[in-house]
């Protein structure tokens, strides 16, 4: 074997259980870990995620350097930059999967080259349970319904005799291979807006592995309760570190595991890590959904283009506080509850009819925990267009689920604080309130709070209007 490798990192900022990495640094003398920032799948379009990323290569950085490995930033286009390694520079290249069409594209363009150029080069399984190929029916075709998918994915998983894991090996002396290099500063946003994501979040290995052991020590017993209810921190929170690999999906799932006394919490949690694995498994078994519909008849639906509504739905300002309360905790901070996150994309394409598309790219803007998965299946699983989707006419009431699920109105009052002062019982419909009590709270409906932009029954009965009309053509 050579002496010198390379370990390309993408969605990995992990050291432990990496596989490429620890491959490389057990069978060569020299390894540099490098990170391509290409500019064109970030610039306005995933913001937030700039802000993420460069601050998980800081870190990284850091805990490499401890391995004498290097972490070097290179910008520009991964396959141009891989195709400047020949042959005569004797090195290896290595690397954990990413499973998204575009990723695997680029995969099998790289192999390619290698193979061609007869550079060796090995890759590992990525932050999945199983390869997402492996999980089919019994026909070989690939699942469209969660239950049974999961079930077949567990088993398959569960099956596999336990791989080792391999530790990283400490170097002698750390190396640089390439001389163009940018500081992880030039990834940040231009728009200061990123400044506020450091009061919610740390991009570290060692916070995703802190917020792994909170969710076992505290939320995972109750999470099948408290899951749903966006004033209580009983979810993990750990959506960000998943997708950029400091928390590894096998040692979430092991430490599941060892929990002695597995009750329906331990469940549900697992099988939102199953929504996951099938999430995945659609985007790239049916990657023309990432484009569009993937049941085809709503390719007739009749969205609506309102420039004025979506504007009001980003800027959290729709007059309906569960939905405006969601969206700017989603700008304030980088994330949103899944309860929410379910409100408001049921509000954008149900209430204002507005293409579900505009609001996965509005989510992938500003979502740190963005990934082409989930953000595309769970839009069209809530637009009814997915697999194994939520009826199109199955309407949430924005006030209903704000009175269900934000009893008290704490969550809605933390991000809408206009709302402070009012009372609990009109929380949801502020706009009920009596003349009066608005003047003695200082909160004028249509002044200080808009009034609501849609008509709740109006809106429903439009929806299910266009809904039905997609049967009669
Ligand atoms: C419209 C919409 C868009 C979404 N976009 C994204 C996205 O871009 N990235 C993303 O990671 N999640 C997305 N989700 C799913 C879900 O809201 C988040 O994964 C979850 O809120 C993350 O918080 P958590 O880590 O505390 O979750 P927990 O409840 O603690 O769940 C643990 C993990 O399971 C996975 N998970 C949970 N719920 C789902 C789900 N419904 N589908 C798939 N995986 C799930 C996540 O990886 C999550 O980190 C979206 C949901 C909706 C309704």
């Given at each position: ?33 490098i990170f391509i920032y290409n500019k064109i799948e970030y610039d ?6 700039k802000?993420?990323l460069s601050?998980?290569l ?14 070097e930033i290179l910008s520009g286009d991964e396959?141009k930059i ?96 390439f001389?163009k290099k940018i500081s992880s500063t030039e990834i ?286």
């Amino acid at each position: 074997m050579n002496k010198k490798s390379i370990v390309w990192i993408r969605d990995d900022f992990r050291l432990n259980r990496n596989s490429s990495l620890a491959y490389a640094t057990k069978n060569h003398e020299f390894v540099s870990a490098i990170f391509i920032y290409n500019k064109i799948e970030y610039d306005n379009i995933r913001e937030a995620q700039k802000w993420w990323l460069s601050k998980s290569l800081d870190c990284f950085q850091l805990d490499l350097k401890k391995f004498n490995i290097n972490l070097e930033i290179l910008s520009g286009d991964e396959l141009k930059i891989f195709s400047n390694i020949k042959k005569k520079d004797d090195i290896s290249l290595y690397w954990n999967r990413v499973y998204e069409p575009k990723e695997i594209k680029k995969e099998k363009i790289l192999i390619n080259y290698l193979e061609k150029n007869n550079i060796n080069f090995k890759f590992f399984k990525g932050n999945l349970l199983n390869e997402f190929q492996e999980v089919k029916k019994d026909d070989g075709t690939p699942f469209k319904v969660f239950t049974p998918f999961w079930k077949r994915a567990e088993k398959i998983y569960l099956d596999k005799v336990p791989m080792k894991i391999s530790k990283i090996k400490k170097l002698n002396t750390s190396l640089c291979f390439f001389d163009k290099k940018i500081s992880s500063t030039e990834i940040l946003p231009k728009k200061k807006w990123f400044e506020k994501f450091s009061k919610y979040w740390d991009p570290s290995e060692n916070k995703g592995i802190k917020k792994l052991e909170f969710l076992l020590n505290n939320k995972i017993e109750y999470y099948g309760e408290r899951r749903d209810f966006p004033n209580i921190d009983g979810t993990s929170k750990i959506s960000p570190y998943l997708k950029h690999g400091q928390t590894s999906v096998e040692e979430i799932w092991d430490r599941c595991n060892q929990i002695k006394i597995k009750g329906k919490g331990y469940r549900k949690y697992i099988n939102e890590l199953g929504w996951r694995e099938f999430s995945h498994s659609l985007i790239n078994n049916f990657p023309e959904m990432l484009k569009g519909n993937l049941r085809k008849e709503f390719d007739k639906f009749p969205w609506v283009n309102n420039i004025k509504f979506l504007t009001a739905w980003k800027k959290g300002m729709t007059g309906y506080p569960i939905v405006d309360a969601g969206m700017r905790e989603l700008y304030e901070t980088g994330w949103m509850h899944n309860r929410v996150r379910m409100i408001v994309a049921s509000f954008l394409v149900k209430h204002l009819r507005i293409h579900w598309k505009e609001g996965e790219k509005y989510f992938r803007n500003c979502l740190l925990d963005f990934n082409e998965a989930n953000n595309v299946a769970q839009w069209q699983w809530v637009a009814g267009c997915g697999a194994d989707a939520a009826p199109y006419f199955r309407i949430f009431n924005p006030i209903l689920q704000g009175e269900k699920f934000d009893k008290k109105g704490e969550y809605t009052k933390k991000w809408v604080p206009e709302l402070k002062k009012i009372p609990v019982e009109y929380v949801h419909k502020p706009w009920e309130l009596e003349k009066e009590i608005q003047e003695n709270i200082k909160l004028i409906i249509g002044k200080d709070y808009p009034f609501p932009i849609v008509n709740h029954e109006k809106a429903r009965n439009e929806a299910l209007e266009a809904f039905q009309s997609l049967k009669k053509k």
